[in-house]
C-alpha cells in the first residue's frame, strides 16, 4: 500500500527524506516539530524528537495525513520524559510484548539528574526493552551532536559493542 500511495499521492513524503529535509532546514525544534507532524507521509510512523532545551522532547505519532498526537514533555506535570515502544501511548502494549513498563521503570530509577549517554544505553539495555526484536539502538544528543552512538544488536540481544 505504501508503495502505491507513493506512485498516486505526489505530495506525499518518504519518511526517510522527510527527516533528512527536516534536519537540513527546520531552523528550530519548534518548526521540526510541526514539519514532521503535519507533512503528508506515504506511511504511519512514530517520530522521536529532541531539542537542545529543557523540555524539548516529544513522540509524534503519525498517519499519513498528519499528526494522531504529539506528547511532549512536561516537567511541570513530572513529566520529564516521554518514551516510544511501537505502540501508542495512550493504549495498552500486548502483554506479550510490554516493553513500556521496564523502560519506565528504568527511566525513574534512573532519574533525571542521572541521565546522560551511557545512563540511556542502560535503560535501553533493560530485558524486555532489549528483545529479540530489536536490530539497534542509538543514543544521540541536540545539545551535544559530539553524542552519537549506535549499536547493532544481535539476535541473542547481546550488544556489538561496548557501552558509552
Known amino acids: 500500500m505504501n508503495a502505491l500511495e507513493a506512485l498516486l499521492n505526489r ?16 531552523d528550530s525544534y519548534d518548526a521540526a516539530i510541526q514539519k514532521l507532524a503535519y507533512t503528508q507521509l506515504i506511511a504511519p510512523v512514530y ?13 509524534i505519532t503519525r498517519d499519513r495525513e498528519s499528526a ?3 506528547w511532549m514533555m512536561n516537567p511541570a506535570q513530572g513529566r520529564w ?9 495512550w493504549t495498552e502494549p500486548p502483554a506479550d510484548d510490554n ?8 527511566m525513574n530509577a534512573t532519574g533525571q539528574a542521572g541521565i546522560n549517554a551511557s545512563s540511556m ?16 539502538t542509538a543514543i544521540m544528543s541536540a ?8 549499536w547493532v544488536r544481535w539476535p541473542e540481544g547481546q ?6
Do not use: C, W
Open 11 to 26: 505530495k506525499a513524503s518518504l519518511v526517510s527524506f522527510l527527516v533528512r529535509e527536516t534536519l537540513a532546514e527546520a
Open 47 to 59: 517520530f522521536i524528537v529532541g531539542g537542545a532545551n529543557v523540555a524539548e522532547g516529544a513522540v
Open 68 to 70: 494522531l498526537d504529539i
Open 81 to 89: 520524559f516521554v518514551l516510544e515502544t511501537n505502540y501508542d501511548h
Open 99 to 106: 516493553r513500556r513498563m521496564p523502560a519506565t521503570k528504568a
Open 121 to 136: 544505553f542502560q535503560v535501553l539495555s533493560v530485558p524486555h526493552v532489549l528483545n529479540k526484536g530489536t536490530t539497534y
Open 143 to 150: 545539545a551535544q551532536p559530539q553524542v552519537y552512538n549506535t
Open 159 to 164: 550488544a556489538s559493542a561496548q557501552s558509552p
